[in-house]
């Protein structure tokens, strides 16, 4: 497309300038929402929130963007449209700013369990608000993995669905990484030691 001019040091291209306009006029439409609060409006938000929520991290990133598990074609259509709906209104601020936070404090703050050899990390409350999405540092360990909270404890919302539709047979081939590559990528002293030794032989 073609450079319409230069702003904050970068060429921007027509698409550019209409996506930048969107986002900011959803930004700022939000900032008038404290005046027409109510509880059924929050509610209703909410859970319109999770549901798109839920379709951009099950469908379009774990089923899509990964292959990660199956779902029958009208399933599969389903969950995408869902996801589609998050550029309705005001959700997509909430979205938008989820996958964000994925992608900046996701690198920045929690901790390390495999060695991905990057800056990801697993972080608890990211998980919490990014419907499991939080726990980067096994997404980057295991990117297939249709389960990236990994331990028990890992609170991973986007993976209870998944395997609720695989306990009702809708999702097939769901894939998660085995006890022994896990052990392979583990983060502890000794085995990058290991590794090291047994690429210098
Ligand atoms: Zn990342
Ligand atoms: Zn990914």
Known sequence: MMPCGEFLGRKWNLQDVVIATVLSSMHFLCLFAPFYFTWGAFWLA????????????????????????????????????????????????????????????????????????????????????????????????????ARQGLEWWQIDLTWYVIKILQAIGWATDVKTPTESQKQRKVFNGEMVATDAKARSN
């Open 46 to 145: 909410f859970g319109l929130h999770m549901l798109t929520g839920l379709g951009v991290t099950l469908s379009f990133h774990r089923n899509l963007a990964h292959k990660s598990f199956r779902l029958p074609k009208w399933l599969e259509y389903l969950f995408a449209y869902i996801a589609v709906l998050s550029l309705q209104g005001v959700r997509i601020v909430s979205v938008l700013h989820g996958t964000l936070l994925v992608n900046s404090a996701g690198h920045m703050w929690g901790k390390q369990a495999y060695n991905t050899g990057d800056l990801s990390r697993n972080n608890w409350w990211l998980a919490m608000v990014a419907l499991g999405e939080g726990w980067h540092n096994n997404h980057h360990a295991f990117d297939y993995s």
